[in-house]
């Protein structure tokens, strides 16, 4: 059974950092895709980075330079490190996988199986 579980959100000023990070069991965690999507309040839940099983990365442009999504095979963890945060990404953070291995990652939430349960990041103004 496949299992995610994030953790490290919380409540940061504007201008300042938060690393969240995504606990990953029941696979090979070096095999698949790992994402971080998040949803605010009322709003669709959205693509804001992916690291594919070759190292391979992409950033939504909303963050594109703020944030980097980094993995620890050897940990089994998936990292977003959240840097000059805004009050707009305020939001909770979801990791994702994907049901299949080997794949090249992607923005679309359709593309991943397996969800965590979410970690909440607040920016203050």
């Not at 980075?49 to 703020?66: P, Q």
């Amino acid at each position: 059974q496949v299992q995610l579980v994030e953790s490290g959100g919380g409540l940061v000023q504007a201008g300042g950092s938060l690393r969240v990070s995504c606990v990953v069991s029941g696979r090979t965690f070096s095999l698949y895709t790992m994402a971080w999507f998040r949803q605010a309040p009322g709003k669709e839940r959205e693509f804001v980075a992916y690291i594919n099983w070759n190292g391979g990365t992409n950033t939504a442009d909303s963050v594109k330079g703020r944030f980097t999504i980094s993995r620890d095979n050897a940990k089994n963890t998936v990292s977003l490190q959240m840097n000059s945060l805004k009050p707009e990404d305020t939001a909770a953070y979801y990791c994702a996988t994907p049901g299949r291995p080997y794949g090249l990652g992607g923005p679309s939430r359709n593309e991943y199986d397996y969800w965590g349960q979410g970690t909440q990041v607040t920016v203050s103004s």
